[in-house]
């Protein structure tokens, strides 16, 4: 590891133990044991111990702090009043009291939209503590692994002049803007020669299906490879026309969108850089971290289940008989529960109790 690589590593593991201690506490496992941290704060200690950079750290220290477990008790809380407030006027039609559907179906609109917000910034909170995978795709010999080489600013994969050299996924990682990101050099896309490249063409494939997004190079200086172009061209990708300081072959200079670029001059490394940081700020809030917030896989499973069940009762709250809708919202309010590790228990019946006067 480099030195100021390993100065960096060093740097966040610090203030990784400074923001445990500051924020949740001086033993944040003790605050959890006793009561102090809810379950989603709990969860983000482990956000914040796998943070990778200083962005992804910052995002857990928010989560930690209660970022994502303010925003879901209030709408635990105002569940548990709409809930109550509709049982009551089922319940006790006579005295006139507790919530009308229309006045319930505005603040469950109101819950969905919020929600629908939280889940927009959670997934772009995952894409910074997670990071993205590239992967760099195309034919024999079109300049992938000194591409790979140059982005990374250090020999990672072996360069030769002979196709085929690269027969295994090489991998290696920068930081684009705070996110982790994954560079995966591939062997090249052709009819295969052998049992050894045909898997390692395999392999190539693979990576494409997991990769969220293809930096699809071409040889410049030839004409486009037609089977590469074609196999990725419904998947989201970035061309970048390699061997830029060659004489330019006039098909692959006609490439809409393809980002020239040249290992032996440098030149256009810095605007492929750019469009890369492009691609990743798309993925991870493009408009800055204000109101990002960062969940577990849990919790996004969560939430999508707690919007689903908002858009339900929203629904029956329109045109089902209300006990449907109840059904709805007490699974909404079940979801919310399980996101700050509450059950539900007795919350209903206890608020019934200590808002609305009834039988006198």
């Known amino acids: 590891m480099r030195g100021d690589a390993r100065a960096a590593v060093v740097d966040r593991r610090g203030r990784r133990r400074a923001l445990l201690s500051r924020l949740a506490g001086a033993a944040p496992a003790a605050d959890a044991v006793n009561g102090r941290l809810d379950l989603a704060q709990a969860e983000a200690v482990a956000l914040l111990i796998s943070a990778r950079t200083d962005r992804a750290v910052t995002l857990a220290a928010r989560a ?42 505005a603040t469950v609109t109101r819950l969905r939209d919020e929600v629908q917000r939280w889940l927009t910034s959670a997934r772009h909170g995952r894409v910074v503590h997670d990071g993205l995978t590239i992967v760099l795709v195309g034919a024999p010999n079109a300049g992938k692994s000194s591409l790979l080489n140059a982005l990374l600013g250090h020999d990672r994969a072996i360069v030769s002049s002979v196709a085929g050299t690269t027969r295994d996924v090489v991998d290696g990682t920068l930081v684009l803007d705070g996110v982790p990101v994954r560079l995966l050099d591939t062997a090249g896309i052709d009819v295969a020669r052998d049992a050894v490249e045909a898997e390692g063409i395999r392999r190539s494939r693979r990576a494409m299906e997991e990769s ?11 004409p486009p490879a037609v089977r590469v172009l074609a196999e990725t061209a419904s998947r989201a990708r970035v061309l970048v026309r390699a061997k830029s300081d060659l ?23 810095d605007a492929l850089r750019e469009r890369l940081l492009r691609e990743v700020e798309q993925r991870a809030a493009a408009a800055g971290d204000e109101g990002v917030i960062v969940a577990s896989l ?11 069940a908002l858009v339900a009762s929203n629904t029956a709250l329109g045109d089902a008989p209300l006990e449907a809708a109840l059904v709805d919202l007490r699974e909404a309010l079940a979801h919310a529960g399980a996101i700050l590790g509450v059950d539900v228990g007795d919350a209903i019946l206890d608020h019934i109790f200590a808002t609305y006067c009834l039988g006198k």
């Open 64 to 105: 930690l702090a209660g970022g994502l477990s303010d925003q879901v008790r209030g709408v635990w809380s105002a569940l548990v009043d709409l809930i109550a407030g509709l049982e009551v006027a089922l319940d006790f039609p006579e005295e006139q009291i507790g919530h009308d559907c229309p006045a319930a179906r």
């Open 212 to 222: 969220d997004l293809l930096l699809v190079v071409v040889d410049g200086s030839v």
């Open 247 to 269: 004489p330019v072959h006039r098909e692959t200079a006609a490439l809409p969108d393809a980002v020239p670029a040249s290992t032996v001059t440098a030149g256009g490394l």
């Open 298 to 308: 849990r919790q996004i499973g969560l939430l999508e289940a707690l919007h689903g």
